[in-house]
């Protein structure tokens, strides 16, 4: 069974750094092909990807937050880090981390979906 | 950049009715690059649809997607209490590298 758990403090003061894990069972990040992803929802709004880190450790970042993210993994510890910079009241959401499946064809190329989801955890950011 | 909409914003609907959810690109996209979620309030996104019209695993035969080149559906044939949520549909493409609609609220009457 695959689980992913997410943690990190609930309370961020601004221009501070958030530092979140994502810990997760039942695969590994050192498996060709596998990878992990963060996702964000704001209160009461939509869904706003953040990054993924793949089994090579490649790593792409939504361009808007590029500057302020950073993703890592450690993969003896079954863990995904996310480190934003800066954070200011618009950072206020839910924080998810999923996994990463991929499938691929040959008229597009590879594509990916997000399953399993964590549970989330909600980061406040006040002064 | 891949803009996605939603239609409509809100569905309410009666049990076993069927409800009929839209998602278009703003430019065309493989079909292979479309997933579809539902959150239920309080829970976390769960994946119902990729590849446009794949079930995920555990999904009820209900659930169907649909759709190529910039229009893509949702079908949910009958209606069941439990599918009130908001449903997402997302794309893989390439700056985002991926992005999700504004969701899509269904409401059981």
């Known amino acids: 069974q695959v689980t992913l758990r997410e943690s990190g403090p609930a309370l961020v003061k601004p221009t501070q750094t958030l530092t979140l894990t994502c810990t997760f069972s039942?695969?590994?990040?050192?498996?060709?092909?596998?990878?992990v992803t963060w996702i964000r929802q704001p209160p009461g709004k939509a869904l706003e990807w953040l990054a993924r880190?793949?089994?090579?450790?490649?790593?792409f970042y939504t361009p808007s937050l590029e500057t302020r993210l950073t993703i890592s993994k450690d993969t003896s510890k079954n863990q995904v880090v996310l480190k934003m910079t800066n954070m200011g009241p618009a950072d206020t959401a839910t924080y998810y981390c999923?996994?990463?499946?991929?499938?691929?064809?040959?008229?597009?190329?590879?594509?990916?979906?997000?399953?399993?989801w964590g549970q989330g955890t909600l980061v406040t950011v006040s002064s | 950049e891949i803009v996605l909409t939603q239609s409509p914003g809100t569905l309410s609907l009666s049990p076993g009715q069927r409800a009929t959810l839209s998602c278009r690109a703003r430019?065309?996209?493989?079909?292979?690059?479309l997933a579809w979620y539902q959150q239920k309030p309080g829970q976390a996104p769960r994946l119902l649809i990729y590849?446009?019209?794949s079930r995920a695993t555990g999904i009820p035969d209900r659930f169907s997607g649909s759709g190529s080149g910039t229009d893509f559906t949702l079908t949910i044939s009958r209606l069941e209490p439990e599918d009130c949520a908001v449903y997402y549909c997302?794309?893989?493409?390439?700056?985002?590298?991926?992005?999700f609609g504004p969701g899509t609220k269904v409401e059981i009457k």
């Open positions: 039942g695969f590994s990040l050192s498996t060709t092909g596998m990878c």
């Open positions: 997302q794309q893989y493409g390439s700056s985002p590298l991926f992005i």
């Open positions: 999923a996994r990463v499946l991929r499938s691929y064809s040959e008229s597009s190329g590879y594509s990916y979906w997000f399953d399993p």
């Open positions: 590849g446009a019209s």
């Open positions: 430019q065309s996209v493989s079909n292979t690059y």
């Open positions: 880190i793949d089994w090579d450790d490649d790593k």
